[in-house]
């Protein structure tokens, strides 16, 4: 194993796609290839099948995507992405690392104050270039204020940098100005960076993991009872310095007695670990006494981890991906019952793995978000072999009793070359999780809208079972046509459309629908009805549609949107 991540890289490809059981848009902004992509006739698509399953559902899509756009293509080496409202306006914006350049960069949502960024349009601002091999990238408040402040890890330099976001009592940063502050030079190889409250003050600590010393380190931010830390003094102290090749670390209350716990990941020794902070029963740990618990050693090059209650039993339970293996994989934390449910009682003794997928060439990254909106946590994947962005959904859509049992995958893209980094953010508005990306060799930080349905779900009966929804372009129109299987006191289909975002063509937020015309509905049959909808002269641009079906009772639903690129 080199000890450069680069050594890894490939090139992002950029194009449209379409994958089954959920919709998305890779929105990818670079001003450059939006002018072009305006500039392009739009082509048709083919149809594609739609899954059989109740209208009033939370219907899942296997229509493509609309062309795609860059964030950036000029983050050379793109290594590291996150989000986080770094000007204080109320949206997400992007933060990034980018090996090659020394850069760490953040890209504003929006305009800097009235907090609607919908992810049409970015600005980019360099917080530092003078960082050496960055590769990993956090925010959070470290000095107190209010605000957003950003941490970094950089490899060749062996350091962990704090950026603070404007002064360190106002707390009205809005990342027009930095103030960088290295809190260690001394991380052999610092490849990994995360915050929280390990000490239990009040004030937020960093985290790190270093390869070549084979190191996870805590630095306490201030003392270790005051909680008055500003980030203007650190005191180090080491957790373990035999995790072989360490590679990631995070923080969670992995044994429920109510502070902060350490996970770490390490290429070299194959093991994912969970650290003990003080005894697992008293809720004082405060950074000083750790006990090692390996989760597993069977983690082929394990690459990163992450901490979430996949089960929904209460407590934390842990995921990991191994690049050896192709794995993604997720640790029960505590027993389970008979019908699969864990108990909640986990207190980071006993781990149960279970495979998410094994097929993830290369697995670099994990993420768990409630991509689904179900109310349980899935898990999203970054892999470098097959340029793939994965969701895996826990469970199925709708009932939110995903227990990790089973998964099901869905390929967000299989063109991010190179992938090493994922996160989930709701970066245009509209309350569900979407998705970013950074891959390495061609440069990128994109995103990918979630265009799952959220206004509203029928728990009746279904009225109308849709089997089929497509659009697609004639001439200068755009042509819907969709089949139901069954309807039941169908009164009719109101048409709706939007703008896509990505374009810089939205004013509003993506969730802005607007009524396009109405489709009478067959009322009650069992046979087969087919529909067809002519929108003439539709504006340019990329377009969504869907429809709202409406029962005699006034009862409503949607169908998931169809995207025309």
Same mark, same amino acid.
């Not at 891959?439 to 509203?456: G, P």
């Given at each position: 194993?080199?000890?450069?991540?680069?050594?890894?890289?490939?090139?992002?490809?950029?194009?449209?796609?379409?994958?089954?059981?959920?919709?998305?848009?890779?929105?990818? *902004?670079?001003?450059?290839?939006?002018? =072009?992509? *305006?500039?392009?006739?739009?082509?048709?698509?083919?149809?594609?099948?739609?899954?059989?399953?109740?209208?009033?559902?939370?219907?899942?899509?296997?229509?493509? %995507?609309?062309?795609?756009?860059?964030?950036?293509?000029?983050?050379?080496?793109?290594?590291?992405?996150?989000?986080?409202?770094?000007?204080?306006?109320?949206?997400?914006?992007?933060?990034?690392?980018? +090996?090659?350049?020394?850069?760490?960069? /953040?890209?504003?949502?929006?305009?800097?104050?009235?907090?609607?960024?919908?992810?049409?349009?970015?600005?980019?601002?360099?917080?530092?270039?003078?960082?050496?091999?960055?590769?990993?990238?956090?925010?959070?408040?470290?000095?107190?204020?209010?605000?957003?402040?950003?941490?970094?890890?950089?490899?060749?330099?062996?350091?962990?940098?704090?950026?603070?976001? @404007?002064?360190?009592?106002?707390?009205?940063?809005?990342?027009?100005? /930095?103030?960088?502050?290295?809190?260690?030079?001394?991380?052999?190889?610092?490849?990994?960076?995360?915050?929280?409250?390990?000490?239990?003050?009040?004030?937020?600590?960093? +985290?790190?993991?270093?390869?070549?010393?084979?190191?996870?380190?805590?630095?306490?931010? @201030?003392?270790?009872?005051?909680?008055?830390?500003?980030?203007?003094?650190?005191?180090?102290?080491?957790?373990?310095?035999?995790?072989?090749?360490?590679?990631? #670390?995070?923080?969670?209350?992995?044994?429920?007695?109510?502070?902060?716990?350490?996970?770490?990941?390490?290429?070299?020794?194959?093991?994912?670990?969970?650290?003990?902070? @003080?005894?697992?029963?008293?809720?004082?740990?405060?950074? =000083?006494?750790?006990?090692?618990?390996?989760?597993?050693?069977?983690?082929?090059?394990?690459?990163?981890?992450?901490?979430?209650?996949?089960?929904?039993?209460?407590?934390?339970? #842990?995921?990991?991906?191994?690049?050896?293996?192709?794995?993604?994989?997720?640790?029960?934390?505590?027993?389970?019952?008979?019908?699969? #449910?864990?108990?909640?009682?986990?207190?980071?003794?006993?781990?149960?793995?279970?495979?998410?997928? #094994?097929?993830?060439?290369?697995?670099?990254?994990?993420?768990?978000?409630?991509?689904?909106?179900?109310?349980?946590?899935?898990?999203?994947?970054?892999?470098?072999?097959?340029?793939?962005?994965? %969701?895996?959904?826990?469970?199925?859509?709708?009932?939110?009793?995903?227990?990790?049992?089973?998964?099901?995958?869905?390929?967000?893209?299989?063109?991010?070359?190179?992938?090493?980094?994922?996160?989930?953010?709701? *970066?245009?508005?509209?309350?569900?999780?979407?998705?970013?990306?950074?891959?390495?060799?061609?440069?990128?930080?994109?995103?990918?809208?979630?265009?799952?349905?959220?206004?509203?779900?029928?728990?009746?009966?279904?009225?109308?079972?849709?089997?089929?929804?497509?659009?697609?372009?004639?001439?200068?129109?755009?042509? +819907?046509?969709?089949?139901?299987?069954?309807?039941?006191?169908?009164?009719?289909?109101?048409?709706?459309?939007?703008?896509?975002?990505?374009?810089?063509?939205?004013?509003?937020?993506?969730?802005? /629908?607007?009524?396009?015309?109405?489709?009478?509905?067959?009322?009650?049959?069992?046979?087969?009805?087919?529909?067809?909808?002519?929108?003439?002269?539709?504006?340019?641009?990329?377009?969504?549609?869907?429809?709202?079906?409406?029962?005699?009772?006034?009862?409503?639903?949607?169908?998931?949107?169809?995207?025309?690129?």
């Amino acid at each position: 194993m080199s000890a450069h991540p680069a050594s890894l890289g490939a090139t992002l490809r950029v194009q449209r796609f379409s994958f089954r059981q959920a919709s998305w848009r890779l929105a990818l *902004l670079a001003s450059a290839l939006l002018v =072009s992509a *305006l500039q392009a006739d739009a082509q048709p698509f083919a149809e594609q099948p739609f899954p059989t399953q109740p209208f009033p559902g939370q219907l899942f899509s296997s229509q493509p %995507f609309a062309d795609s756009f860059e964030i950036t293509t000029d983050a050379d080496g793109a290594f590291s992405v996150h989000g986080a409202d770094i000007d204080g306006d109320g949206d997400e914006d992007v933060l990034s690392t980018s +090996l090659f350049d020394d850069t760490i960069a /953040w890209y504003r949502n929006g305009d800097a104050t009235g907090g609607d960024g919908d992810g049409s349009a970015w600005t980019q601002t360099e917080i530092t270039t003078k960082v050496d091999f960055p590769t990993s990238v956090y925010a959070v408040d470290l000095d107190g204020d209010g605000d957003a402040d950003v941490v970094s890890a950089s490899l060749r330099d062996d350091t962990i940098t704090f950026y603070r976001n @404007g002064d360190a009592t106002s707390g009205d940063g809005d990342g027009s100005t /930095w103030t960088e502050t290295a809190i260690t030079t001394k991380a052999n190889g610092a490849v990994s960076v995360y915050a929280a409250d390990i000490d239990g003050d009040g004030d937020q600590d960093v +985290l790190s993991a270093s390869q070549m010393d084979d190191t996870i380190a805590l630095y306490r931010n @201030g003392d270790a009872t005051s909680g008055d830390g500003d980030g203007s003094t650190w005191t180090q102290m080491e957790i373990t310095t035999k995790a072989e090749g360490a590679y990631s #670390v995070h923080a969670a209350d992995i044994d429920g007695d109510g502070d902060q716990d350490v996970l770490s990941a390490s290429i070299r020794d194959d093991t994912i670990a969970f650290y003990r902070n @003080g005894d697992a029963t008293s809720g004082d740990g405060d950074g =000083s006494a750790w006990t090692e618990t390996e989760i597993t050693t069977e983690a082929d090059r394990a690459y990163d981890v992450y901490a979430a209650d996949i089960d929904g039993d209460g407590d934390q339970d #842990v995921l990991s991906a191994s690049e050896g293996d192709d794995t993604i994989a997720w640790y029960r934390n505590g027993n389970a019952t008979s019908n699969g #449910v864990t108990n909640g009682n986990g207190d980071g003794s006993m781990w149960t793995e279970i495979e998410i997928a #094994v097929k993830v060439d290369f697995a670099r990254g994990v993420h768990a978000a409630d991509i689904d909106g179900d109310g349980d946590q899935d898990a999203l994947s970054a892999s470098n072999g097959d340029d793939t962005i994965a %969701f895996h959904r826990n469970g199925d859509a709708t009932s939110g009793n995903g227990d990790g049992s089973t998964w099901t995958e869905t390929e967000i893209t299989t063109k991010a070359n190179g992938a090493v980094s994922v996160y989930a953010a709701d *970066l245009d508005g509209d309350g569900d999780e979407d998705v970013l990306s950074a891959s390495q060799t061609d440069d990128t930080i994109a995103w990918y809208e979630n265009l799952r349905v959220d206004d509203r779900r029928i728990d009746d009966a279904a009225s109308v079972e849709l089997t089929r929804f497509t659009a697609e372009r004639e001439s200068e129109a755009v042509v +819907l046509n969709w089949q139901t299987a069954a309807e039941q006191n169908n009164e009719g289909f109101e048409i709706q459309r939007r703008q896509a975002v990505g374009r810089g063509l939205a004013s509003s937020p993506a969730s802005n /629908w607007e009524r396009i015309g109405y489709v009478e509905g067959a009322g009650t049959t069992d046979d087969p009805q087919r529909y067809r909808f002519r929108n003439p002269a539709p504006p340019t641009g990329s377009l969504v549609y869907r429809l709202k079906q409406i029962d005699t009772d006034g009862i409503e639903a949607f169908s998931d949107p169809v995207v025309i690129p």
